[in-house]
């Protein structure tokens, strides 16, 4: 058995998938003023940002069609809701613990790091804006569970 069979039925099964057909979905955010462009995602980067973003909607979704009243919800929907937001959590950590074990150091600069459109890899000053997909990320971390 080879390495990718061996992690099709893992969190790392979808990652390769998309690796390997190349379709990766570029970051929305444009570089702006105070980012500074530290390096661009590898493909490998790009697959887990791409699988992380598909994620990250496929969980609005979800959550849009929940009921107002959380006891309204039936016990498979928040269960699938649940192993959703714990899959995130999974993909977000790796994502960016992915980007700072290579790029080291300068990784650490500023406010921290974001991606950008075309892929780009920023620090961010001080006073940058969330990154809208960190906004989501944030309310599901926080605001759901």
């Known amino acids: 058995m080879d390495l990718k069979e061996m992690q099709a039925e893992t969190i790392l099964g979808p990652i390769n998938e998309i690796l390997e057909s190349g379709k990766f979905e570029n970051p929305e955010q444009e570089t702006g003023e105070g980012d500074t462009v530290i390096g661009e995602m590898t493909d490998y980067e790009k697959a887990i940002w791409t699988v992380l973003s598909r994620t990250v909607g496929s969980f609005r979704k979800m959550v849009e069609n929940l009921p107002d009243n959380p ?75």
């Open 71 to 145: 006891e309204e919800a039936n016990d498979e929907d928040v269960e699938k809701t649940r192993r959703l937001k714990e899959k995130i959590e999974a993909l977000k950590d790796f994502f960016w613990a992915s980007l700072r074990h290579r790029l080291g150091e300068v990784s650490y600069q500023g406010a921290g790091i974001g991606v950008r459109s075309d892929f780009q890899i920023v620090t961010m000053a001080e006073t940058e804006e969330e990154n809208p997909l960190a906004d989501i990320l944030r309310h599901i971390i926080v605001g759901v569970g």
